[in-house]
């Protein structure tokens, strides 16, 4: 069965610092997607992507986070000065239209 | 605004028994429903998604779900729970016209010997 996989499971990173998570969605899938998760808390949207822009964003995607679709294959989300605050587990996740989603297994993001 | 709502934070079944995790939208038009499984430090398994038709669900793992309009629901059930299931449970949902889940906060399933 096709998977949406993410790299890396986990990054520790200072504060401060760009972090850069990667994602490879389905190969035909069109509608891409970051959702996080703090611990203990539930799943929340950040940002979907189609036809290579930004389609939806939420209040959390701010100027710090930006994504992008460098290739046919990856879709990446970048944090260019992360805080405490971002710490949290990250899923990509990717659709055909819109509605069938598969996730990604996560990456654990520890910032210290 | 439009809510995913699942009432129960924690719940404790025994093994072979049976299992209902209830979950309640808030959407103008009936939106498009799923629950997702999470097991510690995974990612998240569709198990199953209503989109139309018929109201009672088959997913996978055994699990089934009944959407029901008048209650505005969509309450997960299995009815012989294994310790294997013991995980987080989450309900989400979305309409035809947003592209983004909204989830439930998650309900964590304990299963007990």
């Known amino acids: 069965e096709p998977e949406v996989t993410q790299t890396p499971s986990h990054q520790v990173t200072q504060m401060g610092q760009e972090v850069i998570l990667r994602c490879v969605p389905i190969?035909?899938?069109?509608?891409f997607y970051w959702y996080r998760q703090i611990l203990g808390q539930k799943v929340e949207f950040l940002v979907s992507?189609?036809?290579?822009?930004?389609?939806?964003k939420s209040e959390i995607f701010d100027d710090q986070f930006s994504v992008e679709r460098p290739d046919g294959s990856n879709f990446t989300l970048k944090i260019r000065s992360t805080k405490l605050e971002d710490s949290a587990m990250y899923f990509c996740a990717s659709s055909v239209l819109g509605n069938g989603y598969t996730f990604g297994s996560g990456t654990r993001l520890t910032v210290v | 605004a439009q809510s995913v709502t699942q009432p129960d934070i924690h719940i404790t079944v025994s093994e072979g028994a049976s299992l209902e995790l209830r979950c309640n939208y808030s959407?103008?038009?009936?939106?498009?429903l799923f629950w997702y499984v999470q097991s510690p430090g995974q990612g998240l398994q569709l198990l199953l998604k209503?989109?139309?038709?018929?109201?009672l669900v088959q997913g996978i793992k055994g699990f089934e779900a009944e959407f029901k309009r008048s209650q505005s629901s969509f309450n997960l059930r299995k009815p012989s729970v294994h310790w294997s299931d013991a995980a987080e449970y989450f309900c989400?949902?979305?309409?035809?016209?947003?592209?983004?889940?909204?989830f439930g906060t998650g309900t964590r399933l304990q299963v007990t010997l």
């Open positions: 209503y989109f139309s038709g018929d109201t």
């Open positions: 992507f189609y036809n290579n822009e930004i389609s939806e």
């Open positions: 989400a949902a979305l309409t035809g016209t947003a592209s983004k889940l909204t």
């Open positions: 959407y103008g038009a009936t939106p498009y």
């Open positions: 190969s035909n899938h069109l509608y």
